[in-house]
């Protein structure tokens, strides 16, 4: 007796997330993933001279000089996180999320790092037919 199994039932390729209190669905494709992989490459570069500009200038700049480049290091970071949110969630989806919590860097961060999280998984589920 055969033991069948359809391996295109069990890949988890599509994914429906809940974000900014609607769902919103994803295929994860080689695309996707290096989109991802370019998004996080810019948001640690980004993050790390954030942290090495802290650490070098907390008392050679006034505070206001070192307050208006930590805010455009976060902007940066905001745009590269609202265009892969456009890119894969429709035009406008990044702005979206980023009203929707709170107008906070941070929280789109949250939200990319938990939608990869759950990508980084692409497993076979454990259905066999």
Not at 92 to 99: I, K, M, Q, V
Not at 109 to 119: A, D, G
Not at 121 to 127: A, D, F, G, L
């Amino acid at each position: 007796m055969a033991i069948n199994i359809n391996i295109d039932d069990q890949l988890g390729l599509e994914y429906a997330f809940r974000i900014a209190g609607k769902k919103r669905e994803l295929t994860y494709d080689d695309e996707c993933a290096a989109e991802i992989e370019r998004v996080q490459l810019i948001v640690n570069k980004l993050s790390n001279e954030i942290e090495d500009k802290a650490k070098d200038n907390r008392e050679d700049l006034p505070v206001d000089e070192q307050l208006a480049y930590f805010n455009t290091k976060y902007g940066e970071i905001k745009d590269a996180l609202i265009v892969f949110f456009d890119k894969y969630f429709g035009d406008g989806a990044g702005d979206e999320f980023y009203e929707y919590y709170h107008h906070s860097t941070r929280a789109l961060s949250n939200v990319f790092l938990q939608i990869n999280k759950y990508l980084e998984q692409v497993t076979i589920n454990k259905k066999q037919k």
